[in-house]
């Protein structure tokens, strides 16, 4: 994504916001990196799951690190509005942290803690830095959606002080580390998350001594005027109308559909998601706040990718949704796999933007990450609590091949193999592509992945499972073929459900496989070449290249010197 900004009028006042500017961004940055490099969960430390920010004394977000995802970075630009309302800038003093986790107010859900950190010069706040990220266990019936309110769900943490004035709040600490089946780890990331906003605020008073600066209202004004303005221009040059679009999915009690209707006009984009299925009574419903950072992130992408994701880009976009629904639940509805249906969100909005722009977005991914926890005895603690992220296949986009197993939209890394086992008795014996699982198409889609997943001291151990398009897999678009399904089961044969908390007997290997991204475009339009080197490759079966492609394989065995060519245009 690129930060550049519109310069002034004034050339010389232009290059030094531009180096302000810049400069926020390394700020921001380099505020990540410490939350990157300190934390203690695998899924912030070796995937990124988290966001950083730096806001203004409006609580208005002006640059966020690249490094992080959506569903936190936009969700936290919305937080530290709520947090300015709980503590007014005037009450702020220096040395204070706010924490909170509350999934109305936060990032959706009680696993992901929101810190708030004022900065200070000359004994005036300036700035607030904020940061997310997600702990791997804070009680309650852990990350799967088995609960009926959010109270089920673990720990429930108010808008607090965990720091005041510099004294570290050792109640606060206390309950965080009583309400987790991972106390270290859960007491680590918390301190993790003080020192990533610390990072931020002394580089912030570095950068606004060098440049004389004691007010940031100049260059927010500058940001946030560019970046509004910008993705306004581009909305503009987009034609003006409504559209709608209908997706079914899983669910969990009952198939869920999410139905967008997009409207464009004046220079602003709206999705309303009246029609879509009223909330669940388990934890796989949305607060709203999720639900309107991945839509406006499925918005940005498809629309005006190169501008800055600040406040000032965030409002041209109006999300709505009916109160009750599955994407707008209300307290206390249960929400802790809320990423399984939010993730689905740019996938929507696409449905919309593909009849209005037709040839931008991409066909139907995976979406939603494939987070497989697992717990258990065992470990160096002697019991382990995992949160290991895996990821299915992007769709095709119109002129190229989708990414095959990769987290589109959250941008989560997949856990190394060797972290899981070096944390937790677990061993995977096997992780590989799916053969076939890619939709086919003119341009293919990506492919999902195939584990196996045994506990290596033979015992027991629990799956936390919250996975969609098993029952619905990705749809392609433009006459591309869906991707495959996934699927969960045992190496006995036993089918798992796709959701909820389930023990894998003594003995048992765990098999998750992943879906690919479905397809883009006519299959047997296709390049033969393309369609062989697949094969080459080992992401196509010959069997599909000649079926679903028509494509026409020489010799019996492939290898660098095979050949292709479209059944029916043989000499």
Excluded at 74 to 101: K, Q, W
Excluded at 419 to 441: H, M, N, Q, V, W
Excluded at 498 to 508: A, E, F, H, N, T
Aim: glycine share 12%.
């Amino acid at each position: 994504m690129s930060h550049a900004i519109a310069a002034p009028a004034d050339a010389l006042s232009g290059i030094a916001r531009q180096i302000v500017w810049n400069r926020l961004i390394a700020v921001v940055e380099e505020q990540a990196m410490t939350l990157l490099r300190t934390a203690f969960s695998p899924i912030v430390r070796e995937c990124g799951d988290l966001s950083a920010g730096v806001f203004d004394t409006h609580g208005r977000m002006l640059a966020q690190a690249v490094t992080g995802t959506p569903g936190h970075i936009n969700s936290m630009a919305r937080s530290v509005g709520h947090f300015m309302r709980h503590f007014p800038l005037e009450t702020m003093r220096p040395g204070d942290v706010y924490i909170c986790n509350d999934p109305w107010m936060g990032t959706g859900h009680l696993n992901d803690f929101v810190l708030v950190t004022p900065t200070f010069l000359d004994g005036e706040c300036v700035a607030t830095f904020a940061c997310t990220s997600h702990l791997v266990d804070i009680g309650g019936l852990g990350m799967a959606p088995d609960g009926q309110d959010v109270y089920a769900e673990g720990l429930y943490i108010p808008m607090l002080k965990v720091i005041d004035e510099g004294t570290v709040n050792a109640t606060v600490m206390a309950f965080v580390r009583a309400n987790s089946r991972s106390p270290v780890e859960a007491e680590g990331d918390v301190y993790s998350l003080i020192a990533c906003n610390q990072v931020g605020c002394d580089r912030l008073v570095e950068l606004m001594r060098e440049f004389g600066l004691t007010s940031l209202d100049e260059v927010a004004a500058d940001i946030l005027g560019s970046s509004e303005e910008a993705v306004r221009a581009a909305i503009r040059e987009l034609p003006q109308g409504t559209w709608s679009n209908t997706m079914r999915i899983d669910g969990l009690e009952a198939p869920v559909d999410l139905s967008a209707t997009l409207t464009i006009a004046d220079g602003g984009v709206r999705v309303d998601y009246a029609g879509t299925s009223a909330a669940s009574r388990f934890g796989i419903n949305v607060p709203l706040t999720y639900c309107e950072a991945y839509t406006v992130f499925g918005l940005a992408c498809a629309i005006a990718p190169r501008v800055p994701n600040n406040h000032g880009s965030l409002e041209p976009y109006t999300v709505t949704a009916p109160a009750d629904s599955i994407l707008n639940a209300q307290k206390p509805a249960p929400v802790v796999s809320r990423h399984v249906i939010g993730q689905m969100l740019p996938d929507v909005v696409f449905g919309c933007l593909h009849q209005a722009i037709p040839g931008r977005v991409p066909a139907e991914g995976t979406s939603c990450i494939w987070n497989v926890t697992m717990g258990g005895k065992g470990g160096p603690f002697g019991r382990f609590t995992i949160n290991s992220v895996h990821n299915g296949g992007t769709g095709a986009r119109p002129a190229k091949d989708g990414l095959s197993t990769t987290a589109y939209p959250s941008g989560v890394r997949g856990t190394p193999v060797e972290i899981t086992e070096s944390t937790s008795p677990l061993r995977f014996r096997r992780k590989e592509y799916r053969i076939d699982s890619g939709g086919a198409g003119a341009t293919r889609g990506g492919l999902g992945q195939a584990m196996e997943i045994e506990n290596r001291q033979g015992e027991e151990f629990t799956l936390y499972a919250a996975y969609d398009r098993i029952d619905h897999p990705p749809r392609g678009r433009a006459g591309g073929v869906a991707g495959m399904a996934g699927r969960v089961y045992l190496n006995d044969g036993t089918t798992l459900r796709s959701k909820g908390r389930q023990d894998i007997p003594k003995g048992c290997v765990l098999m998750a496989e992943t879906s690919g991204g479905g397809g883009y475009g006519d299959p047997l339009t296709r390049p033969a070449e393309a369609v062989l080197a697949d094969v080459l490759d080992g992401l196509i079966s010959r069997d599909a290249a000649s079926e679903v492609y028509g494509v026409v394989l020489d010799g019996d065995a492939l290898d660098e010197t095979g050949t292709a060519e479209r059944r029916g245009e043989r000499g």
